[in-house]
């Protein structure tokens, strides 16, 4: 089984910032379909998509 790793960064700002507007499952939605659209996998290949929180 291959296994395939893409690193996707989503930065976030300040409390009331610029993204506060936005829900954290759209943001997500958005490092998910970035993860897509590097690889070309078929969609029935991906099992686990994981999302931490690493402090910079």
Request: glycine share 8%.
């Amino acid at each position: 089984m291959p296994i395939s790793t893409t690193v996707v960064v989503a930065l976030f700002g300040r409390h009331g910032g610029a993204l506060s507007s936005i829900r954290p499952d759209d943001l997500l939605g958005d490092i998910i379909r970035t993860l897509i659209q590097r690889n070309a996998f078929d969609l029935n290949q991906y099992e686990d998509v994981k999302a931490v929180n690493y402090p910079i």
